[in-house]
């Protein structure tokens, strides 16, 4: 049985997508560009050997913001400060012999930047690379295995009546998928930026991306009449509507 | 060198208070160029300011520069009363007093940037004609002839003409090339796992459903998307002509113009 995501399943408080998804998406949707004017989307899991909750947490750490695994404890670089801060002291007093506090002060500074500045770079950079090879692996997975549907193709695929082979929908999905993604990215091109006009680098991207667009729309035509989907009108860039 | 005075066909007009050297279209009856040229003029009036405006526009930096000058003082005179013995006291004092100069006079120009008397200044967008286009930088020194005697070897405005339009057709593609990143960046693979991070413009298959029909390139999945390749190679042409038309009138396409074919 093909099993349908809902868009960013379970994206709660606190892992890093705090903000208002809903607003977001309404408000993203005024630009006329973009997956969210699309009433919304369902993720296909296209690898049969991979888990619900597997699924859900790849394409969770892929489209949120990281969430940084564990802040970075402020003691050792605390720690290694202070002590490049004595450290620095006592240098002056001990080995230069300096008796003006401004000296102190100055040996003090240095020897605290010098002890904690590389401590504190050091594990923030730890937890930085690891959040990030989490967020890539994730996104690799989600990649791989998932397919980004319109809604209504989560309801056709479920409705009464259909037999389909796990491949064929998976097939049509990415069909799907391919010509979605050929349309906004002809949409993005047209009206992007309303602002410039360039006729002669238009004239060279323009049929290059309408072109991309057809044969995508082709290869979701004929596999579509196969299976008898009906292709919804959103999948056609709004620009050719 | 740059022009030193207008010459037929070859125009200064005052656009944002800055000077900006104007080539007409050589199709163009004087009468009609002057035509245009007075109306690119009136156009482009508004986005210049009156010397009072522009005067009063500099009061942020002249008062960040006053406020440092005070500042050093202030430093000089404290380190004088503080008299101390050892260098490193005297660094550290310094440094710290620096900091505190530097931060006010910074702080003090960046509140005036919204002074009242320089936030009800119009912004006047510049105003584009078809017939009067402004000369590139790169285009410019040809312009305006070689040696102290102008006009004498410096090229017909019909020349400069072409040779502008050509320019502004490659850097038009130039910047067509960073838009189009834009847009097909969310179809960008990930940079991290990227074998080859020198080429900029790297595309996989798309995002979601790389790897069958209608992309890049079945199973290409670091190919390069046909439109960047069919933008490359209308900039490579481009480019030629220019470097073409550059050898017929003498304009030397490659010492100033950004790398079209020799960069890549």
Redesign the interface.
């Known amino acids: 049985m093909s099993v349908f995501l809902d868009d960013v399943p379970g994206g709660t408080l606190g892992h890093g997508d705090e903000f208002d998804r809903d607003a977001s998406a309404v408000h993203a949707s005024g630009s006329g560009v973009g997956p969210h004017d699309r009433g919304g989307t369902r993720w296909l899991v296209a690898d049969p050997h991979l888990s619900r909750q597997e699924a859900e947490a790849a394409l969770r750490s892929a489209l949120t913001w990281p969430r940084v695994g564990s802040p970075v404890d402020p003691t050792a670089a605390g720690a290694a400060a202070a002590g490049g801060g004595v450290l620095g002291i006592a240098l002056?007093v001990g080995a230069?012999g300096?008796?003006?506090?401004?000296?102190w002060?100055?040996?003090g500074?240095v020897g605290a930047a010098a002890g904690g500045i590389p401590v504190w770079a050091w594990l923030d950079g730890r937890v930085q690379e690891q959040t990030?090879a989490r967020q890539?692996a994730a996104?690799?997975v989600?990649?791989e295995s998932?397919?980004?549907v319109p809604a209504s193709f989560a309801t056709w695929a479920g409705s009464d009546g259909k037999s389909l082979a796990h491949d064929d929908l998976v097939?049509l999905?990415?069909?799907v998928?391919?010509?979605r993604?050929?349309a906004s990215?002809l949409d993005?091109?047209r009206w992007?930026?309303p602002d410039?006009d360039?006729p002669?680098?238009?004239a060279?991207?323009d049929p290059?991306?309408v072109?991309?667009y057809e044969?995508?729309r082709a290869?979701l035509d004929e596999l579509a009449g196969s299976l008898s989907y009906e292709v919804p009108a959103e999948v056609a860039p709004e620009s050719l509507r | 060198m740059a022009p030193t005075r207008e010459r037929p066909g070859i125009v200064r007009v005052r656009i944002s208070d800055r000077e900006v050297w104007h080539v007409v279209d050589p199709s163009l009856t004087p009468a009609e160029a002057e035509e245009a040229v007075r109306a690119h003029r009136a156009a482009n009036a508004p986005t210049n300011r009156s010397l009072v405006r522009r005067v009063l526009a500099w009061t942020p930096g002249v008062v960040a520069l006053v406020v440092l000058g005070g500042a050093f003082w202030g430093t000089v005179v404290v380190m004088a009363e503080l008299d101390l013995a050892e260098l490193p006291g005297r660094i550290a004092v310094a440094v710290v007093l620096g900091g505190i100069g530097f931060v006010a006079a910074a702080t003090a120009g960046i509140v005036l940037l919204e002074a009242p008397w320089r936030r009800d200044r119009v912004e006047a967008e510049a105003a584009t004609s078809p017939r009067v286009v402004p000369i590139p930088g790169s285009v410019l020194g040809w312009a305006g002839g070689g040696g102290a005697d102008v006009g004498a070897d410096a090229p017909a405005a019909a020349d400069v003409w072409r040779v502008v339009a050509a320019v502004d057709v490659l850097s038009e593609l130039e910047a067509a090339h960073w838009r189009l990143g834009d847009v097909l960046y969310w179809r960008l693979d990930d940079p991290d796992d990227d074998p080859d991070p020198d080429d900029d413009l790297d595309y996989g298959a798309d995002g979601h459903s790389h790897g069958d029909d209608a992309d890049a390139g079945p199973g290409d999945r670091h190919g390069t998307h046909p439109a960047v390749v069919a933008l490359d190679a209308a900039r490579l042409r481009a480019s030629e002509e220019l470097r073409a038309l550059g050898d017929e009138v003498g304009f030397a396409a490659a010492a100033g113009v950004r790398p079209g074919a020799e960069g890549s």
């Not at chain 1, 300096?98 to 000296?103: G, M």
């Open positions: 002056a230069f300096l008796v003006e506090w401004p000296s002060i100055a040996f500074a990030r890539r996104t690799r989600a990649r998932l397919v980004e097939a999905a990415r069909a998928s391919a010509t993604a050929a990215t993005a091109w992007g930026e410039v360039w002669h680098a238009h060279v991207v290059v991306l072109g991309e044969a995508a290869v």
